[in-house]
């Protein structure tokens, strides 16, 4: 047996044969695929019967599709399909990945410095005709939990579910996949959990392409933002739990900079990602703002504003009044 399962939880067809080519043209095959077909109405075998003669593969189609429900339940169920290999990788039907990525994820491990119970490859993002949108930023070779998370809610690191190789016995110790709604950042609450105890570790000079290809929940933001908005803001309540005991923590990173990342990285993705939010959502987000990020309410409405980036007149007015009075108020109690 193998030391490594690739996993794959598929459904789509269109990229599907350049993903196992990749897997194909790996220069290490000491790795078993394991493929589960999410009930998908594409030829999906037809594909995979092309590499029988060249890959490792186990396939089987699922009676029912739970992927549309929560991808977090498809990706543990194709875990569930392997086999006991030490060290597991999710990965995706449509990316593909450099031909040295097994053999130097094997490099890594045979070092005696390195000890980790997750790493991942840098990532580039590619469109669907392979081209390059652009290259994540680069972090160090090692980092801890704390600040891979901080600084990938700034925008400073790469992070995707597919760049990762994780041990089974951090899956079975987590309980698997970070389960969120809708899936939104599920990957990264995976990875900061899973990398909680021994940090992460980068596996140089290999890179994984995640394909920003129109067809993906990433890429389908802006027609599904309501259930994704609920999803991210679940992503972060989770993190400003978990990440609690950095309160008491000799950490460089403490909880207070996560607390402000979280809520920068909020605010760019509903402007930037999800472009906006409706009516629905407006509670939950004044929530958060108001009870988990200790914003005043007064506060909490102008950071709902600004994320609209729209004004309405009359409540405008009102809160440029209110922000008057306010400093009336203040100017009384300093005298």
Request: proline share 2%.
């Amino acid at each position: 047996m193998s030391e490594l399962a690739i996993v794959i939880p598929a459904y789509k067809h269109q990229f599907f044969d350049k993903t196992l080519n990749s897997l194909a043209r790996q220069t290490n095959k000491n790795f078993t695929v394991y493929i589960g077909d999410d009930n998908s109405p594409f030829a999906l075998s037809e594909i995979i019967n092309r590499y029988k003669g060249s890959l490792r593969i186990y396939y089987t189609r699922f009676e029912n599709n739970i992927g549309a429900e929560n991808l977090v339940l498809q990706w543990n169920r194709c875990v569930g399909l392997t086999k006991g290999e030490n060290w597991i990788c999710l990965f995706s039907d449509d990316d593909i990945m450099d031909e040295n990525c097994v053999e130097n994820f094997y490099l890594a491990l045979e070092n005696k410095n390195n000890d980790f119970d997750v790493c991942r490859f840098n990532t580039v993002t590619i469109d669907k005709n392979d081209s390059v949108l652009h290259e994540c930023p680069i972090g160090p070779e090692k980092e801890s939990s704390a600040s891979m998370a901080f600084y990938l809610l700034k925008g400073k690191r790469g992070n995707s579910m597919p760049d990762h190789i994780f041990s089974r016995e951090i899956y079975d110790k987590c309980g698997g996949f970070v389960f969120t709604e809708f899936a939104q950042g599920a990957d990264w609450a995976t990875s900061i959990l899973f990398s909680h105890d021994k940090g992460i570790q980068i596996i140089p000079d290999a890179k994984v392409y995640w394909r920003y290809s129109g067809l993906n929940i990433s890429s389908a933001a802006s027609s599904q933002k309501h259930k994704m908005i609920i999803g991210h803001l679940h992503f972060v309540e989770w993190a400003l739990n978990h990440f609690q005991y950095l309160k008491t923590s000799k950490s460089v990173i403490t909880y207070e900079m996560i607390k402000e990342a979280l809520r920068s990285n909020l605010n760019m993705v509903m402007v930037c990602h999800y472009k906006g939010f409706n009516i629905n959502s407006t509670y939950r987000i004044f929530t958060l703002y108001h009870k988990k990020f200790g914003l005043s309410p007064y506060q909490s409405i102008t950071a709902l504003f600004q994320i609209m980036n729209i004004k309405i007149p009359a409540i405008d007015k009102l809160i440029h009044i209110f922000s008057r009075i306010k400093g009336k108020i203040c100017q009384v109690v300093s005298s």
